[in-house]
């Protein structure tokens, strides 16, 4: 099938990152300054913001970053958290604990189970999701993921997400109409080589059919696409400005869908895997002030992957949504979980990251959407017909 980003990534996008790299390297402190006075950020203004001249203006770019999420988001930082239902993979990523090679016990949840975990998840007040599964067809059907979807609803979640393998957009359109509000797919990298090293076997090593999720997800109806890359597989540079260029094609072509950010980081991976392109604090912390002020309106997240310190220095700073309590393997919460999908660094309670985020100034939110913000059927296509 013709996709036009990727057609247009193949052919223009692609052989155009190196220059874009090229044109970071070459970036000086004058221009970072001038980026600042130009947001949204342009794509010359983002390439300064990512480059090493930032951390010379590091003080002001952060203060920028701040000023701008306040402005759209008000001085509050929306909480969620991850449900796993499964860890069973038929993929075997390098950097990940429940890839197939791993001879951990395997275990999807049955209903009951995933009833139990989202109430005990409802005692702690959540009301934002994410349903996180490994990549199984043949246990963890669509069907399966969509009783999930109206069960945790039913239980009190108002905005629930998914992480799970990439579908076809008559699967996602199953999801949507079961409630589900927002699929999270990563590209990890969009160096293809690197891709292919990392995504030997399964499906996902199918890096076309991966890189086209979000729009099959948009297409279907999901509301929400949440998009980011594994930051240390690939050079940071190239995968930010390809990132960058991903959202634009998002936020043009499927304009009803809001895309949101998200930073995860490789800090330890089972069998020895190392990052080849580990990325420091302050290149992090660049990274996510750029994505800020080049996409002031996208929701952008941060995973309890980061150490408390770094989380709470980033939290109103570009990021205005966190996870809290974060467990990463399935029954975790309540049944006793097993080997955990990557390691929390911030392991701190769901009180003591809401503290943390009101010593900053800030309020913590559990809600921050409600169906009703949605246009009803018959007004959509109103507000379609209007803009078409
Ligand atoms: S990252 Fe996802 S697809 Fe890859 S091994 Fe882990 S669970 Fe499976």
Redesign the pocket.
Known sequence: MKNFFYETWAGHVAPNLGRAVEKIGQAKREDVLSALNNIPATQDGFLALLSSAADEALEKVEQAARGITEQRFGRTVNLYIPLYLS?A?????A??????SNPAPRRALTLEEVEREAACLRLEGYKNLLLVS??DPAHVKVEYLADCVRLVKKAGFVFVGLEA?ALRTDEYRILAEAGLDSVTVYQETYDPAIYAQV?KT?P?KDYRLRMETPDRAAEAGIRNVAMGVLLGLGDMRFDAVALAAHVKHMQKKHWRTAVSISFPRIHAAPGGFAAAHPVADNELVRLIAAMRLAFPDSTLTLSTREAPALRDRLFGMGINQVSAGSKTSPGAYSLGGGEE?FPVVDNRTPAQVMEAIREKGLEWVMKDWDVNMWPAPAEKELVDGNNT
Do not use: L, P, T
């Not at 993979?89 to 990523?93: G, L, Q, S």
């Open positions: 860890n993979c038929v993929n075997d990523c950097y990940c604990w429940f890839g197939r490994g990549e393998r995504h399964g996902k999908q």
